[in-house]
Protein backbone atom coordinates (compact mmCIF):
# COMPACT_ATOMS: atom_id res chain seq x y z
CA UNK A 1 0.00 0.00 0.00
CA UNK A 2 1.17 3.34 -1.15
CA UNK A 3 0.58 5.68 1.87
CA UNK A 4 2.63 8.71 1.34
CA UNK A 5 4.80 10.72 -1.15
CA UNK A 6 8.64 10.46 -0.45
CA UNK A 7 8.62 14.49 0.49
CA UNK A 8 11.50 14.73 -2.17
CA UNK A 9 13.30 11.34 -2.12
CA UNK A 10 16.62 11.53 -3.89
CA UNK A 11 16.48 9.28 -6.20
CA UNK A 12 17.83 10.07 -9.72
CA UNK A 13 16.08 12.71 -12.40
CA UNK A 14 14.81 9.46 -14.27
CA UNK A 15 11.26 7.58 -13.40
CA UNK A 16 11.61 4.78 -16.47
CA UNK A 17 14.55 3.23 -18.84
CA UNK A 18 14.13 1.91 -22.16
CA UNK A 19 16.47 -1.11 -22.22
CA UNK A 20 16.15 -5.08 -20.83
CA UNK A 21 15.52 -5.85 -17.60
CA UNK A 22 16.04 -9.59 -16.14
CA UNK A 23 14.88 -10.99 -13.02
CA UNK A 24 15.46 -14.11 -10.75
CA UNK A 25 14.11 -15.70 -7.98
CA UNK A 26 15.05 -17.71 -5.34
CA UNK A 27 13.49 -19.47 -1.73
CA UNK A 28 16.34 -20.56 1.37
CA UNK A 29 14.56 -21.20 3.57
CA UNK A 30 12.05 -19.14 4.84
CA UNK A 31 13.59 -16.19 3.07
CA UNK A 32 12.62 -15.38 -0.66
CA UNK A 33 15.31 -13.49 -2.63
CA UNK A 34 14.44 -12.22 -5.74
CA UNK A 35 17.13 -10.31 -7.58
CA UNK A 36 17.01 -7.73 -10.71
CA UNK A 37 19.49 -6.48 -13.46
CA UNK A 38 18.64 -3.82 -16.28
CA UNK A 39 20.56 -1.51 -18.80
CA UNK A 40 19.24 0.68 -21.61
CA UNK A 41 18.67 4.16 -21.91
CA UNK A 42 16.15 6.90 -21.35
CA UNK A 43 14.95 10.79 -21.68
CA UNK A 44 12.97 12.87 -19.89
CA UNK A 45 12.27 16.57 -19.36
CA UNK A 46 12.86 18.15 -15.99
CA UNK A 47 10.83 20.89 -13.72
CA UNK A 48 11.37 24.59 -14.12
CA UNK A 49 11.98 24.41 -17.65
CA UNK A 50 15.39 23.02 -16.89
CA UNK A 51 15.14 21.23 -20.00
CA UNK A 52 15.38 17.62 -21.27
CA UNK A 53 17.56 15.30 -19.68
CA UNK A 54 19.34 12.00 -21.74
CA UNK A 55 20.90 8.88 -20.07
CA UNK A 56 23.10 6.61 -22.23
CA UNK A 57 24.63 3.09 -20.53
CA UNK A 58 22.50 3.31 -17.91
CA UNK A 59 22.35 -0.39 -15.52
CA UNK A 60 21.50 -1.23 -12.30
CA UNK A 61 21.52 -4.17 -9.56
CA UNK A 62 18.68 -4.50 -6.93
CA UNK A 63 17.88 -7.30 -4.63
CA UNK A 64 14.76 -7.67 -2.13
CA UNK A 65 14.68 -9.84 0.33
CA UNK A 66 11.54 -11.37 1.97
CA UNK A 67 11.25 -13.14 5.99
CA UNK A 68 7.73 -13.33 6.79
CA UNK A 69 6.54 -10.50 7.58
CA UNK A 70 9.63 -8.43 7.04
CA UNK A 71 11.01 -7.01 3.10
CA UNK A 72 13.87 -5.28 2.55
CA UNK A 73 15.04 -3.84 -0.56
CA UNK A 74 18.66 -2.72 -1.93
CA UNK A 75 19.45 -0.77 -5.45
CA UNK A 76 22.26 0.85 -7.36
CA UNK A 77 22.00 2.78 -10.45
CA UNK A 78 24.69 3.99 -12.28
CA UNK A 79 24.19 6.25 -15.46
CA UNK A 80 25.99 8.83 -17.92
CA UNK A 81 23.88 11.97 -18.56
CA UNK A 82 23.58 14.79 -20.43
CA UNK A 83 21.46 18.09 -20.17
CA UNK A 84 21.35 19.85 -23.51
CA UNK A 85 19.28 22.77 -22.04
CA UNK A 86 22.04 24.21 -19.97
CA UNK A 87 24.90 24.05 -23.08
CA UNK A 88 23.99 27.97 -23.82
CA UNK A 89 24.56 29.48 -20.38
CA UNK A 90 27.78 27.25 -19.74
CA UNK A 91 28.94 28.90 -23.52
CA UNK A 92 27.81 32.00 -21.83
CA UNK A 93 30.51 31.95 -18.82
CA UNK A 94 32.70 30.33 -21.43
CA UNK A 95 32.95 33.46 -22.99
CA UNK A 96 34.58 35.68 -20.25
CA UNK A 97 38.12 33.26 -20.33
CA UNK A 98 39.72 30.84 -17.74
CA UNK A 99 37.22 31.65 -14.76
CA UNK A 100 34.31 31.14 -16.61
CA UNK A 101 35.73 27.91 -18.17
CA UNK A 102 36.07 27.14 -14.64
CA UNK A 103 32.58 27.46 -14.16
CA UNK A 104 30.96 26.02 -16.67
CA UNK A 105 33.19 22.88 -16.59
CA UNK A 106 32.03 22.27 -13.07
CA UNK A 107 28.48 22.41 -13.47
CA UNK A 108 28.00 21.19 -17.31
CA UNK A 109 26.22 17.64 -17.74
CA UNK A 110 27.64 16.75 -20.88
CA UNK A 111 28.47 12.80 -20.45
CA UNK A 112 28.70 12.95 -16.71
CA UNK A 113 28.37 9.61 -14.32
CA UNK A 114 25.57 9.58 -12.55
CA UNK A 115 24.81 6.86 -9.00
CA UNK A 116 22.15 6.46 -7.20
CA UNK A 117 22.15 4.12 -4.05
CA UNK A 118 18.72 3.00 -2.19
CA UNK A 119 17.98 0.96 0.82
CA UNK A 120 15.05 0.43 2.17
CA UNK A 121 12.56 -1.94 4.59
CA UNK A 122 9.53 -2.50 5.90
CA UNK A 123 7.28 -4.69 8.37
CA UNK A 124 3.56 -5.40 8.40
CA UNK A 125 2.48 -8.19 10.33
CA UNK A 126 -1.20 -7.16 9.48
CA UNK A 127 -2.27 -5.04 12.07
CA UNK A 128 0.42 -2.36 11.68
CA UNK A 129 3.38 -1.61 9.52
CA UNK A 130 5.74 0.78 9.44
CA UNK A 131 8.30 1.25 6.47
CA UNK A 132 11.32 3.58 5.18
CA UNK A 133 13.62 4.13 2.39
CA UNK A 134 17.25 5.87 2.23
CA UNK A 135 18.40 7.44 -1.19
CA UNK A 136 21.89 9.31 -1.72
CA UNK A 137 22.62 10.97 -5.22
CA UNK A 138 25.86 11.25 -6.45
CA UNK A 139 26.69 13.18 -10.24
CA UNK A 140 30.35 14.23 -9.21
CA UNK A 141 30.40 17.73 -9.13
CA UNK A 142 27.91 18.58 -11.64
CA UNK A 143 25.33 20.61 -12.09
CA UNK A 144 23.19 17.82 -10.37
CA UNK A 145 26.04 17.68 -7.23
CA UNK A 146 24.76 15.58 -3.95
CA UNK A 147 21.60 14.50 -2.65
CA UNK A 148 20.06 12.75 0.27
CA UNK A 149 16.51 11.61 0.42
CA UNK A 150 14.66 9.83 3.00
CA UNK A 151 11.09 8.72 4.65
CA UNK A 152 9.76 6.53 7.95
CA UNK A 153 6.28 5.68 7.77
CA UNK A 154 3.62 3.72 9.77
CA UNK A 155 0.35 3.03 10.03
CA UNK A 156 -2.53 1.00 12.33
CA UNK A 157 -5.66 -0.85 11.03
CA UNK A 158 -8.69 -0.39 12.26
CA UNK A 159 -10.74 -2.86 10.35
CA UNK A 160 -11.65 -1.15 6.59
CA UNK A 161 -10.01 2.08 8.07
CA UNK A 162 -5.81 2.70 8.35
CA UNK A 163 -4.57 5.79 9.66
CA UNK A 164 -1.08 6.82 9.24
CA UNK A 165 1.93 9.14 9.80
CA UNK A 166 4.87 9.98 7.78
CA UNK A 167 8.53 12.07 8.00
CA UNK A 168 10.42 12.68 5.17
CA UNK A 169 13.45 14.60 4.31
CA UNK A 170 15.41 15.89 1.46
CA UNK A 171 19.07 17.54 1.27
CA UNK A 172 21.21 18.84 -1.58
CA UNK A 173 24.20 20.89 -2.34
CA UNK A 174 25.52 23.61 -3.94
CA UNK A 175 22.27 25.63 -4.08
CA UNK A 176 24.14 28.97 -5.06
CA UNK A 177 27.55 29.83 -6.44
CA UNK A 178 28.39 33.05 -6.40
CA UNK A 179 29.20 33.41 -10.11
CA UNK A 180 31.73 35.41 -12.05
CA UNK A 181 32.78 38.99 -10.68
CA UNK A 182 32.02 40.69 -14.27
CA UNK A 183 28.98 43.38 -14.34
CA UNK A 184 28.20 42.20 -17.75
CA UNK A 185 27.90 38.51 -16.32
CA UNK A 186 24.86 39.08 -13.74
CA UNK A 187 22.10 37.96 -16.06
CA UNK A 188 24.04 34.43 -16.03
CA UNK A 189 24.83 34.11 -12.59
CA UNK A 190 21.33 34.89 -11.52
CA UNK A 191 20.13 32.12 -14.00
CA UNK A 192 22.49 29.59 -12.55
CA UNK A 193 21.75 30.48 -9.20
CA UNK A 194 17.98 30.01 -10.36
CA UNK A 195 18.47 26.67 -11.39
CA UNK A 196 21.05 25.73 -8.90
CA UNK A 197 17.86 26.25 -6.27
CA UNK A 198 15.50 23.79 -8.26
CA UNK A 199 17.37 21.59 -6.05
CA UNK A 200 14.68 20.39 -3.23
CA UNK A 201 16.07 20.71 0.34
CA UNK A 202 12.99 20.26 2.62
CA UNK A 203 11.49 18.20 5.21
CA UNK A 204 7.74 17.06 5.05
CA UNK A 205 4.97 15.76 7.87
CA UNK A 206 1.97 14.09 6.18
CA UNK A 207 -1.12 13.00 7.88
CA UNK A 208 -3.73 10.61 6.23
CA UNK A 209 -5.87 8.02 6.48
CA UNK A 210 -6.89 5.01 3.95
CA UNK A 211 -10.53 3.96 4.01
CA UNK A 212 -11.47 0.61 2.30
CA UNK A 213 -14.92 1.13 2.06
CA UNK A 214 -15.98 -1.21 -1.20
CA UNK A 215 -14.03 -4.14 -3.12
CA UNK A 216 -10.93 -3.18 -5.04
CA UNK A 217 -12.07 0.68 -4.26
CA UNK A 218 -10.56 2.65 -1.19
CA UNK A 219 -10.68 6.46 -0.13
CA UNK A 220 -7.48 8.08 0.76
CA UNK A 221 -6.93 11.43 2.40
CA UNK A 222 -3.79 13.07 3.24
CA UNK A 223 -2.57 16.75 5.03
CA UNK A 224 1.05 17.54 3.71
CA UNK A 225 3.29 20.09 6.09
CA UNK A 226 6.24 20.87 3.96
CA UNK A 227 8.92 23.32 5.64
CA UNK A 228 11.08 24.44 2.57
CA UNK A 229 14.86 25.79 2.98
CA UNK A 230 16.31 29.19 2.26
CA UNK A 231 17.73 28.86 -0.68
CA UNK A 232 15.60 26.16 -2.59
CA UNK A 233 12.44 25.96 -4.46
CA UNK A 234 11.44 22.21 -2.99
CA UNK A 235 9.78 20.22 -5.28
CA UNK A 236 7.49 22.89 -6.51
CA UNK A 237 7.37 23.17 -10.45
CA UNK A 238 6.10 26.26 -12.40
CA UNK A 239 7.68 28.97 -10.35
CA UNK A 240 6.30 32.56 -10.80
CA UNK A 241 8.38 35.68 -11.37
CA UNK A 242 8.90 37.40 -8.17
CA UNK A 243 8.90 33.42 -6.21
CA UNK A 244 10.88 33.46 -3.20
CA UNK A 245 12.37 30.31 -2.00
CA UNK A 246 12.26 28.42 1.26
CA UNK A 247 8.84 28.63 3.47
CA UNK A 248 5.70 26.61 4.26
CA UNK A 249 3.78 24.31 1.98
CA UNK A 250 0.31 22.89 3.49
CA UNK A 251 -1.64 20.48 0.67
CA UNK A 252 -4.63 18.57 1.46
CA UNK A 253 -5.65 15.26 -0.86
CA UNK A 254 -8.37 13.82 -1.44
CA UNK A 255 -8.31 10.38 -4.10
CA UNK A 256 -10.16 7.49 -4.56
CA UNK A 257 -8.37 4.38 -5.66
CA UNK A 258 -9.82 1.60 -7.77
CA UNK A 259 -8.25 -1.86 -8.80
CA UNK A 260 -9.75 -3.90 -11.87
Known amino acids: MDTSSSGGLSSGPFTSIDGVDARYRMRIGDVTNALQAHFGESESKL ?31 STYVTLKGLKT ?75 YIT ?33 PVQNTVSIGGRWDFMRNVALKLQYDHTD ?14 GFQSGGKVDVFSATIDFVF
Open 47 to 77: PNDVGAIKAKQSWGMAYTGEYHNATVHIGYE
Open 89 to 163: IFDGFRQFGPEGIVLADKYDVDSRPLSVITVGARYDPGQWFVMGEWSHLDSQGSFFGNGTGWYLSGGYRFGEFTP
Open 228 to 241: ISAGSSGVLTNLQP
Open 167 to 199: YAQAKADNLSDPGLAAPAAAGLNATLNSLLSAK
